[in-house]
């Protein structure tokens, strides 16, 4: 079973950034997909972005262009940066993970789709 861990969550101001960091354990031969989500007060839990098999970054709209995702598989590390934040981007940031099916291409960001998740990092984000 794969366990995640987040970390790199802050307080900034618009226009900063920020890097978060997920360290994966129980995932030393790729069986799991992984990705970033967020959920905001108020707001449900929203797939932010997730690499796929072939390196393929997939993002939500509203990060396109500002946040960049990228992997180590050498340290299974899943990293998230941030940059021109916002104050709409203030919430709590999860790493989360999905058993890889022989067909699956890692491509998704839909909630149901994640089974395990780390316990989230807060991100907030001042005007």
């Known amino acids: 079973q794969v366990r995640m861990v987040e970390s790199g969550g802050g307080s900034v101001q618009a226009g900063g950034s920020l890097r978060l960091s997920c360290a994966a354990s129980g995932d030393s031969n790729g069986r799991y997909c992984r990705g970033w989500f967020r959920e905001a007060p108020g707001k449900e839990r929203e797939g932010v972005a997730t690499i796929d098999i072939d390196d393929n970054h997939f993002y939500a709209d509203s990060v396109k262009g500002r946040f960049t995702i990228s992997k180590d598989n050498d340290k299974n590390t899943l990293d998230l940066q941030m940059n021109s934040l916002k104050p709409e981007d203030t919430a709590m940031y999860y790493c989360?993970?999905?058993?890889?099916?022989?067909?699956?291409?890692?491509?998704?960001?839909?909630?149901?789709?994640?089974?395990?998740w780390g316990q989230g990092t807060q991100v907030t984000v001042s005007s």
């Open positions: 989360a993970a999905y058993s890889r099916g022989v067909a699956s291409r890692c491509m998704s960001l839909q909630r149901g789709t994640y089974t395990y």
